[in-house]
């Protein structure tokens, strides 16, 4: 009942910027946290960025001090900038959020994936 969905991804040159966003949308009652994750080929899925309802970041030790997250609460939309890109951070790159929908008279807990964006910068 809760959908996410990304854009945004592209090929970039190293040094280069992005900026993806992540669209949730459905019977939405309340968000609490969204965060960005990123899966390169062969390794496994990490955590990029999240921000909870009330602001607060955290950052993977990679990313620091080059994205920020952000999110518009009014539009359910969660943003990443990234800045100085590197071969590196080629990957696909998924939204994630939980939070409680409400739909057929009830509330329900939603703990929702998107389908990812590329993200490809060549080195």
């Known amino acids: 009942q809760v959908q996410l969905v990304e854009s945004g991804g592209a090929l970039v040159q190293a040094g280069g910027s992005l900026r993806l966003s992540c669209a949730a949308s459905?019977?939405?009652?309340?968000?609490?946290?969204m965060g960005w994750y990123r899966q390169a080929p062969g390794k496994q899925r990490e955590l990029v960025a999240v921000?909870?309802?009330?602001?607060?970041?955290n950052y993977a030790d990679s990313v620091k001090g080059r994205f920020t997250i952000s999110r518009d609460n009014a539009k359910n939309t969660v943003y990443l900038q990234m800045n100085s890109l590197k071969p590196e951070d080629t990957a696909v790159y998924c939204c994630?959020?939980?939070?409680?929908?409400?739909?057929?008279?009830?509330?329900?807990?939603?703990?929702?994936w998107g389908q990812g964006t590329q993200v490809t910068v060549p080195s």
């Open positions: 459905g019977s939405i009652f309340s968000i609490n946290d």
């Open positions: 921000i909870t309802s009330g602001g607060s970041t």
């Open positions: 994630n959020a939980d939070g409680l929908a409400y739909y057929s008279g009830q509330y329900h807990a939603f703990d929702t």
